[in-house]
């Protein structure tokens, strides 16, 4: 059983004029130990996926409709008390600019032993002080952070003190939204590298959200390509990154000829991301794309899978389905 499966997830938001269709027809399996980086340009759709799995879309004036089992169990079925007891213990995430919710009145150290204690009341001092620390250095953090004031931290130190704070239970699954992206390239390598061996060790699953396909090629197994609130492409890097099938893939990959290396961001295919307040009967990648087959204006491409769990949402493709 995956341990994350989305099924057939949209999500709306509302606004006072229009309805914008952020996260359209989603269904993704995501196995113990994977780790898997979403891509895909500003607006198509990453952190409103982010947060609906975690439950953080606002009631009113969003509407999510599909399943997100975790573990078997429904998440959007889960009231708010009940979700509460997976978070941060099971499922913990991390965005860009994780916001300061530690006090400005007690010290770092004393303030993460406090949050273990929430779901670890038991846990002796040392031995919640040496699970810290040994975090610490996982972000590159020096012990001397465990006695300073928030306010005492810089805007990087600050990341790296959240990005160890979503590890202090070993969840199951960690979201990192752009969590690294600000951070200086050694840091973020090292943060990774620490991250891929509790992986390993802990069977610590992964979903990284980012612009940088380079942080991608690096540190993720599988890799989910997302556009105007849709998957378009999913597999495994060494599948999806080196031999795109999907011509949106295609062109994000021929605007990044080295993508090993220098970050770069997701930009040069030419035109706009699609209006998500229109509700489009079409493949959505239509105005951009050169390959673009009547067909492609006339009905929304099924995914078809592929060997090796890769699967693509485009006519120009056979598969398996019948089509
Ligand atoms: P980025 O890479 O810039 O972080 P993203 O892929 O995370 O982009 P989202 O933030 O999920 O994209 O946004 C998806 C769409 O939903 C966009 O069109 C965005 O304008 C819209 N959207 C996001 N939050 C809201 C909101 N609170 N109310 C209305 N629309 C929203
Ligand atoms: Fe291009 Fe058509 Fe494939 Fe969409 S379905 S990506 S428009 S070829
Ligand atoms: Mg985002």
Redesign the pocket.
């Known amino acids: 059983m995956a341990l994350l499966e989305i099924q057939n997830l949209n999500i709306t938001?509302k606004?006072d004029k229009k309805e914008?269709r952020?996260?359209k027809d989603f269904s993704l399996n995501i196995d113990t130990k994977d780790s898997i980086g979403i891509v895909?340009?500003?607006?198509?759709?990453?952190?409103?996926?982010?947060?609906g799995i975690l439950k953080l879309l606002?009631k009113g004036?969003?509407k999510t409709t599909g399943k997100i089992l975790f573990d078997g169990v429904d998440l959007l079925e889960l009231t708010e008390e009940e979700f509460r007891k997976l978070r941060w213990k099971d499922i913990s995430v991390v965005f860009q600019k994780s916001m300061n919710s530690l006090s400005p009145v007690h010290k770092i150290g004393f303030q993460m032993k406090d949050i273990y204690r929430v779901h670890e009341p038991d846990a002796r001092d040392e031995e919640v002080r040496k699970r810290i620390l040994e975090l610490f250095r996982f972000v590159n953090l020096s012990d001397r952070v465990y006695n300073l004031y928030p306010h005492e931290l810089s805007g990087g130190m600050m990341q790296r003190v959240s990005i160890a704070l979503s590890l202090i239970y070993y969840p199951k699954l960690l979201i990192l939204?752009?969590a690294t992206t600000a951070l200086d390239v050694v840091t973020q390598g090292q943060i990774l590298d620490e991250i891929m061996k509790l992986e390993e060790a802990l069977d610590l699953t992964r979903i990284m959200?980012t612009?940088d396909i380079s942080v991608v090629a690096s540190s993720c197994k599988k890799v989910v390509v997302?556009y105007g609130?849709c998957l378009l492409e999913s597999g495994y890097v060494y599948d999806v990154l080196v031999n795109p099938k999907h011509p949106y893939t295609q062109g994000l990959l021929n605007s990044f000829p080295d993508f090993i290396g220098e970050k770069k961001d997701l930009r040069g295919i030419p035109g706009s991301?699609p209006d998500?307040s229109l509700e489009y009967k079409s493949c959505i990648f239509t105005n951009r794309c050169k390959k673009a087959k009547s067909i492609c204006f006339e009905k929304i491409p099924k995914i078809k899978t592929f060997p090796n769990e890769w699967n693509v949402a485009c006519h120009l493709l056979g598969g398996f389905d019948g089509e």
């Open positions: 938001y606004t914008i952020a996260v895909g340009e500003s607006g198509s759709g990453k952190s409103t996926l982010a947060m606002p004036t969003t939204d752009e959200i612009h997302m609130g991301i998500l």
